[in-house]
């Protein structure tokens, strides 16, 4: 198995095991994503029932995108606080 198969392989698995903690918690989940390419919000809509729990998510790849609609902060958009906001934001969304 390649190591690119391994891994999709591995992010289902985590995905299908979030619906059940996203129920216990009574909380819904909304991504944002850049260097991912939107890899993560397609394992999260697969998982089933991820209507129930699963809000959606951004994918800003361009640093534009980040700093308009994620509000992160002119300058660098690689560190800790680039990615806080950009988490911040996509709750903020919901």
Request: net charge positive; with cysteine; proline share 3%.
């Amino acid at each position: 198995m390649t190591s690119y198969k391994k891994h999709e392989k591995n992010a289902a698995k985590i995905a299908s095991s979030i619906p059940e903690l996203c129920d216990e918690q009574a909380i819904c989940l909304a991504v944002a994503e850049s260097l991912t390419g939107g890899k993560i919000s397609s394992q999260l809509a697969a998982a089933p029932g991820s209507g129930n729990w699963f809000a959606g998510g951004v994918v800003a790849y361009s640093s534009e995108v980040k700093h308009r609609l994620l509000m992160v902060p002119r300058g660098s958009v690689i560190s800790a606080a680039s990615v806080e906001m950009m988490a911040r934001s996509a709750c903020s969304l919901i």
